[in-house]
């Protein structure tokens, strides 16, 4: 009975290190279910307008404004009642020499197309979209500390979990901080993208 009792405590402490093992990588296996960083990148992206294809978008609109031409369009309208007549009675005074009249109204439209032809060649506003890759390159840089900062208190608080409540409900609330910051740069995708896997 005492060799029984011997075996498996010495088997029980054997194993107790590979079960918590096997419970700990099935943990870090789930969190590989969660968004990966190029995920989140673009979302971050997508939700700041300065995802790829409306960059694309902005810099070929820049690219051919100048060949769309500007229009004007004006327009007038003159409605008069004139009654003039002039009347010449210059050589007799009993008989009309020259008599004229005038009366009527008028209507002016006009239009005009214009183009600058110097921005076919170089448009100022290309450099503008241009200068949008460094707002992109805060929004990467911004979104991927805080994701790998919050991936890193997911490890810590599984490979060591706090043994007292006041440290464990710290962690959770600096988990829960990092996980706000990321949704605010995402527009709450990630956090719907958690629960929905």
């Not at 600096?174 to 629960?195: N, P, Y």
Request: with cysteine.
């Amino acid at each position: 009975m005492r060799a029984a009792l011997c075996w498996v405590l010495v088997h029980g402490a054997l194993l107790l290190p590979a079960i918590a093992s096997a419970d700990v990588s099935d943990k870090l296996a789930g969190l590989k279910q969660e968004p990966s960083i190029r995920e989140v990148q673009k979302a971050a992206l997508r939700y700041f307008g300065l995802d790829k294809t409306e960059v694309d978008s902005m810099r070929s609109r820049a690219a051919l404004k100048a060949v769309l031409p500007v229009l004007n369009v004006s327009g007038a309208y003159t409605d008069s009642n004139v009654d003039d007549s002039t009347t010449n009675t210059e050589f007799s005074n009993t008989e009309v020499w020259v008599q004229r009249g005038v009366a009527g109204s008028a209507t002016n439209v006009s239009g005009s197309l214009t183009w600058d032809l110097p921005k076919l060649m170089f448009n100022g506003e290309e450099l503008d979209v241009a200068s949008l890759a460094g707002a992109q390159e805060q929004i990467i840089n911004k979104i991927t500390a805080l994701y790998y900062q919050r991936r890193n208190i997911q490890v810590d608080m599984l490979l060591n979990p706090p043994t007292d409540t006041g440290a464990r409900l710290s962690k959770q609330i600096e988990l829960e901080k990092v996980t706000s910051l990321i949704d605010a740069m995402t527009g709450d995708w990630f956090t719907h993208k958690i629960r929905k896997d």
